[in-house]
Nanobody
Framework: QVQLVETGGGLVQVGGSLRLSCAAS????????MAWFRQAPGKEREFVGV????????AYAHSLKGRFTISRDNAKNTIYLQMNSLKPEDTAVYFC???????????????????????WGQGTQVTVSS
């Protein structure tokens, strides 16, 4: 089992920045490809970005690329989501998730599908006010 806990959410004004963290405990963190998803009220869960277990590969939702950056520190069992130039439509609960099957030496595939992830955190609320 892997336990994931997200922190760093909160209220921010339009154009501001936030950095979310996801701390993992349990099985070896470095074995997992990690992703961020988000879910706004009344909407389906949406892929944000993924980072491979070795941090050599990242991929983002096309609409978010350039504003959001994922990183990880395997020594600290933590991944991060740096969010810049925030917009009201970024308001959502943000979840981190772990998978052993979305990335390989050939790249990352099907990484935007929530069903590919085995472990999920409880989420952290991000609210962007105008």
């Amino acid at each position: 089992q892997v336990q994931l806990v997200e922190t760093g959410g909160g209220l921010v004004q339009v154009g501001g920045s936030l950095r979310l963290s996801c701390a993992a405990s349990g099985r070896t963190f470095s074995h997992y490809d990690m992703a961020w998803f988000r879910q706004a009220p009344g909407k389906e869960r949406e892929f944000v970005g993924v980072i491979s277990r070795s941090a050599t590969t990242t991929a983002y939702a096309h609409s978010l690329k350039g504003r959001f950056t994922i990183s990880r520190d395997n020594a600290k069992n933590t991944i991060y989501l740096q969010m810049n130039s925030l917009k009201p439509e970024d308001t959502a609960v943000y979840f981190c998730a772990g998978s052993v099957s979305v990335c390989s030496d050939d790249g990352c595939f099907a990484y935007s599908q929530a069903v590919k992830y085995d472990y999920w955190g409880q989420g952290t609320q991000v609210t962007v006010s105008s």
